[in-house]
C-alpha cells in the first residue's frame, strides 16, 4: 500500500521560511503525481493552495510556492504570517483517477 | 463560482447504510468540465479520499473502502450521491465533496472547490 509521508509538525517565526515536504514510502514524488496542497484552520474545510506541482489557485498569496525537491514534493512559506498557521495536506494522484493524502503537517508560528 | 453543500443524516447506526448528497450551484452537474469527489476526514485526523464520479457515471474509488461506496450523479436535482453501506465506528468523519476541473480532454486530479462538510457520527 502507498503512503504518503509529511512531517508532522513544523514551526516558522512571524517573517521566516518553512518548507514542508510530500514523500512517497514507495519512490520518488515527480511532476508526473501532480502534486497539490491543502490548507486547513480549524472547523473549516481544506482550502486548495497549490496544484500540479507549482501552479497557484486563485487567491492564494504569492508567498506559498510549490516545487519538488529532490524526491519530494515541497510546499514553502516565504514570510510566514501569525495566520498561516494551520494543518497542510498534500495530494499525490497514484494514477487511474486513483489519489491518495499525506497525513497531514501542523504548523506553528512562534 | 461553483458551490458544493453537503447533506446528511448527522447520526447512523453500525452495520446501517449511510446516504449523503451534495448540492451544486454556480454551474451544472452535468458539465463536462467537473468531476466531483468524495473526501472524508474523522475527527482529529487526517483526509482520506473516497473516490471520484463523472456526470457520465464513470467512477472511481478508494480501494482501502472494499467495495462499500458507491457514487452517482443525479442531474436533475443538481446532486451527487454517496452511498456507503456497512458501517462501523471507523467510518465517523466530517464527509466533504469537492470538484476535479476538467478544462479539457483530461481532467486534474487535485481538488478545486469543496463544501462545507457534514459530520457523521456512527453510534447505537
Known amino acids: 500500500q502507498t503512503v504518503v509521508t509529511q512531517e508532522p509538525s513544523l514551526s516558522v517565526s512571524p517573517g521566516g521560511t518553512v518548507v514542508f515536504t510530500c514523500g512517497l514510502t514507495s519512490g520518488s514524488v515527480s511532476t508526473r503525481h501532480y502534486p497539490s496542497w491543502y490548507q486547513q484552520t480549524p472547523g473549516q474545510s481544506p482550502r486548495t493552495l497549490i496544484y500540479r506541482t507549482d501552479v497557484r489557485s486563485s487567491g492564494v498569496p504569492e508567498r506559498f510556492s510549490g516545487s519538488i525537491l529532490g524526491n519530494k514534493a515541497a510546499l514553502t512559506i516565504t514570510g510566514a504570517q501569525a495566520d498561516d498557521e494551520s494543518a497542510y495536506f498534500c495530494?499525490?494522484?497514484?494514477?487511474?483517477?486513483?489519489?491518495?493524502f499525506g497525513g497531514g503537517t501542523k504548523l506553528t508560528v512562534l | 463560482q461553483l458551490q458544493l453543500q453537503e447533506s446528511g443524516p448527522g447520526l447512523v447506526k453500525p452495520s446501517e447504510t449511510l446516504s449523503l448528497t451534495c448540492n451544486v450551484s454556480g454551474d451544472s452537474v452535468s458539465s463536462d468540465h467537473y468531476y466531483w469527489g468524495w473526501i472524508r476526514q474523522p475527527p482529529g485526523k487526517g483526509l482520506e479520499w473516497i473516490g471520484s464520479v463523472y456526470y457520465t457515471g464513470s467512477t472511481y474509488y478508494n480501494p482501502s473502502l472494499k467495495s462499500r461506496a458507491t457514487m452517482s450523479v443525479d442531474t436533475s436535482k443538481s446532486q451527487i450521491s454517496l452511498s456507503l453501506k456497512s458501517l462501523t465506528a471507523a467510518d465517523t468523519a466530517v464527509y466533504y465533496c469537492?470538484?476535479?476541473?476538467?478544462?479539457?480532454?483530461?481532467?486534474?486530479?487535485?481538488?478545486?472547490?469543496w463544501g462545507r462538510g457534514t459530520l457523521v457520527t456512527v453510534s447505537s
Open positions: 495530494m499525490l494522484y497514484l494514477g487511474t483517477g486513483s489519489v491518495v
Open positions: 469537492a470538484n476535479r476541473d476538467c478544462p479539457g480532454a483530461s481532467c486534474y486530479p487535485h481538488f478545486q472547490h
